[in-house]
């Protein structure tokens, strides 16, 4: 990611020039077809929320983060009866609370929201063992899976206002730390013994840089956690060619887990290989013909998978990393719902752009590729949302004019590109 100087350096605009016009031309290709997937994937997304009756409340859960992330609104019948059914559930497992602590934290208007985030933290604290999560409460040993939703949940609480701790962060933080083996890599029990593998690598970094973040001081840094976390993307950059591998163990998990960890660390590329575009260039592909996904040991019932168009949990783990819509920053305490771009159409008001616009922005640059891919979209609510954010980040349009369909804004919009490839 550097060039040379020197002489050669006179080059530099025109070399950056032609190969940002060819990463934006990959890039419009693989960006169209995540938007088919998307859209193709949504039916069977509000599928099975329907006829998830028994589901255990960690995969309505799921279920129903997968349904926001995609701009699903809230008043849709199949979300809404997914999140009245969530709400009222009892939930027991790590996995259940911590999830469910994530869609509250997503969304402000969940019922009662601070007491349900209160009782929830305060039941998810009595899964621990050592200072990490496992299954039950009470657990006799805790796992690296657990422990990152666990983590997560703790986030999403101390988000919405919930008091966690110091010494809850310091005691995940050295746990799972004492779990990292020479290689920088996780597996999956806490212990060293055995082989690491990505999927428990990426939840390790997660955790880590959870706790980094819930212990960071101003203008103050953590240099041992610092350098396991770094350790744990060496060990995932020597490993990359799991990533966009659907034969990668537990690969949907795992790419969902890499999404998270690498927006907490504003990691965009491992080496040489972008793994958003690697990642979504395999889910693309692996999409099945009715829109969902399945994969690995937790697809299961491959008849009800065909006919609702894959497995629940491959299909929320594909779209919610497809969407890539973790937020490095947890949402607010308070406040209105947030307007994702795909609740804008023809109808929404300008009221509803302006709002978008400035959620995007506050995102700032972890916001840029999809504030790009919007202002190539043909809805002009979602164009000029875009472009108000991309004003508020960069200082500049760039000559864009959101009135106008995106051919007629092409020389604009690549500057806008070039400016975020030299910025980001």
């Given at each position: 990611?550097?060039?040379?100087?020197?002489?050669q350096?006179?080059?530099?605009?025109?070399?950056?020039?032609?190969?940002?016009?060819?990463l934006?031309?990959?890039?419009?290709?693989?960006?169209?077809?995540?938007?088919?997937?998307?859209?193709?994937?949504?039916?069977p997304?509000?599928?099975?929320?329907?006829?998830?009756?028994?589901?255990?409340?960690?995969?309505?859960a799921?279920?129903?983060?997968?349904?926001?992330?995609?701009?699903?609104?809230?008043?849709?019948?199949p979300?809404?009866?997914?999140?009245?059914?969530l709400?009222?559930?009892?939930?027991?497992?790590?996995?259940?609370?911590?999830?469910?602590?994530?869609?509250?934290?997503?969304?402000?208007?969940?019922?009662?929201?601070k007491?349900?985030?209160?009782s929830?933290?305060?039941?998810?604290?009595m899964h621990?063992?050592?200072?990490?999560?496992?299954?039950?409460?009470v657990?006799?040993?805790?796992?690296?899976?657990?422990?990152?939703?666990?983590?997560?949940?703790?986030?999403?609480?101390?988000?919405?206002?919930?008091?966690?701790?110091?010494?809850?962060?310091?005691?995940l933080?050295?746990?799972?730390?004492?779990?990292?083996?020479?290689?920088?890599?996780?597996?999956?029990?806490?212990?060293?013994?055995?082989?690491?593998?990505?999927?428990?690598?990426?939840?390790?970094i997660?955790?880590?840089?959870?706790?980094?973040?819930?212990?960071e001081?101003?203008?103050?840094?953590?240099?041992?956690?610092?350098?396991?976390?770094?350790?744990?993307?060496?060990?995932l950059t020597?490993?990359?060619?799991?990533i966009?591998?659907?034969?990668t163990?537990?690969?949907?998990?795992?790419?969902?887990?890499?999404?998270?960890?690498?927006?907490?660390?504003?990691?965009?590329?491992?080496?040489d290989?972008?793994?958003?575009?690697?990642g979504?260039?395999m889910?693309v592909?692996?999409?099945?013909?009715?829109g969902?996904?399945?994969?690995?040991?937790?697809?299961g019932?491959?008849?009800k998978?065909?006919?609702?168009?894959?497995?629940?949990?491959?299909t929320?783990?594909?779209?919610?990393?497809?969407?890539r819509?973790f937020?490095k920053?947890?949402?607010?305490?308070?406040?209105?719902?947030?307007?994702?771009l795909?609740n804008?159409?023809?109808?929404?008001?300008?009221?509803?752009?302006?709002?978008?616009?400035?959620?995007l922005a506050?995102?700032?640059?972890?916001?840029?590729?999809?504030i790009?891919?919007?202002?190539?979209?043909?809805?002009?609510?979602?164009?000029?949302?875009?472009?108000?954010?991309?004003?508020?980040i960069?200082?500049?349009?760039?000559?864009?004019?959101?009135?106008?369909?995106?051919?007629?804004?092409?020389?604009?919009?690549?500057?806008?590109?070039?400016?975020?490839?030299?910025?980001?």
């Open positions: 990611m550097s060039f040379p100087i020197a002489r350096s006179a080059l530099l605009p025109w070399l950056l020039f032609l190969s940002t016009s060819v934006a031309a990959q890039g419009e290709g693989l960006d169209a077809r995540i938007k088919t997937a998307l859209d193709q994937a949504r039916k997304l509000l599928a099975h929320l329907s006829n998830q009756t028994d589901a255990s409340p960690g995969m309505r799921l279920l129903c983060l997968a349904a926001l992330h995609d701009g699903v609104a809230p008043e849709n019948v979300l809404s009866l997914g999140l009245a059914r709400a009222s559930a009892n939930c027991e497992q790590t996995y259940d609370l911590s999830l469910r602590l994530m869609v509250m934290e997503f969304w402000p208007d969940y019922p009662d929201r007491v349900a985030a209160a929830d933290c305060k039941k998810l604290l621990r063992h050592e200072s990490a999560f496992g299954y039950e409460k657990p006799q040993q805790w796992d690296l899976s657990n422990t990152q939703y666990g983590a997560l949940g703790l986030r999403a609480a101390a988000s919405m206002g919930v008091a966690i701790e110091r010494r809850v962060w310091t005691g933080a050295a746990e799972v730390g004492s779990a990292q083996h020479n290689d920088g890599g996780f597996g999956y029990l806490a212990s060293t013994d055995g082989d690491a593998y990505p999927s428990m690598t990426a939840a390790g997660a955790v880590l840089a959870v706790c980094r973040q819930a212990l001081k101003k203008n103050q840094s953590n240099s041992e956690l610092d350098g396991r976390i770094k350790n744990g993307w060496s060990f020597k490993q990359r060619k799991a966009g591998d659907p034969a163990r537990w690969s949907y998990y795992f790419h969902y887990g890499l999404e998270r960890a690498a927006i907490l660390c504003d990691v965009e590329q491992l080496a290989l972008d793994w958003y575009q690697v979504a260039a889910l592909q692996e999409q099945q013909p009715g969902g996904w399945s994969n690995g040991p937790a697809a019932g491959m008849l998978a065909r006919q609702y168009g894959g497995d629940p949990a491959s929320a783990f594909a779209i919610l990393f497809l969407r819509g937020r920053v947890p949402g607010a305490v308070t406040g209105s719902r947030v307007l994702l795909a804008l159409y023809a109808s929404s008001s300008d009221t509803d752009v302006q709002q978008c616009g400035e959620a506050k995102r700032g640059k972890t916001a840029m590729p999809a790009l891919v919007a202002l190539r979209e043909e809805l002009p609510q979602r164009r000029r949302a875009a472009l108000l954010a991309l004003r508020t960069s200082g500049e349009d760039f000559g864009i004019d959101a009135g106008l369909p995106p051919e007629q804004n092409a020389d604009a919009l690549r500057k806008a590109e070039f400016w975020y490839l030299k910025n980001r």
